[in-house]
């Protein structure tokens, strides 16, 4: 295995872990669970975790893929600028969440401005994270690229 293999199978963590992490939130506060708010922000904590492998691969897995026909590497420098607003936006993502499960433990609730402001980080991180996953499939899947249309079918069966 190696650094382009890895950072593949680990780059989907931060993606879908964001994602999680926001849902259950947006659970939480309809539920109104302290319970389930703190298990959100553990999400987060444990997402942030996640992306420091994906974001410290991403360099060499670069370099392995580089060569390869069909890369595009306007789109992998895009993606690696992207990846770096969504590193640094996680990163903050979970210190803040690992910050509040620490100043709210026990049985005490989270306060409103500390839910909302998690919600608004979450939504802005999930975004973010949406943008560079979309980046980094364009990298080798030209047909997901802007302006590339799949090919015409024309009847022909290929076996």
């Known amino acids: 295995m190696n650094a382009t293999h890895l950072h593949l199978m680990l780059n989907h963590l931060p993606v879908l872990g ?10 939480s506060l309809w539920r109104k669970s302290t319970e389930l708010k703190k298990a959100a922000l553990g999400v987060f904590v444990i997402v942030a ?19 390869l026909p069909g890369v595009s590497k306007s789109i992998m420098e895009q993606h690696e600028e992207a990846a770096g607003a969504a590193f640094t ?9 690992l910050g509040g499960m620490i100043l709210f433990r026990g049985g005490r609730a989270l306060p409103v401005w500390f839910s909302v402001s998690s919600l608004v980080a979450a939504l802005i991180v999930s975004g973010l994270m949406a943008w560079v996953a979309n980046l980094g499939g364009q990298i ?10 799949p ?9």
Request: hydrophobic share 45%; proline share 5%.
């Open 18 to 27: 964001t994602a999680f992490g926001l849902g259950l939130l947006l659970f």
């Open 49 to 67: 975790l996640a992306a420091v492998p994906v974001y410290l691969t991403g360099e060499p897995a670069e370099d392995g893929v580089e060569s």
């Open 89 to 97: 936006g996680v990163v903050v993502l979970g210190v803040a969440a």
């Open 140 to 149: 080798r899947h030209s047909e997901i690229r802007a302006g590339n249309s």
């Open 151 to 159: 090919p015409a079918a024309t009847g022909e069966k290929h076996n």
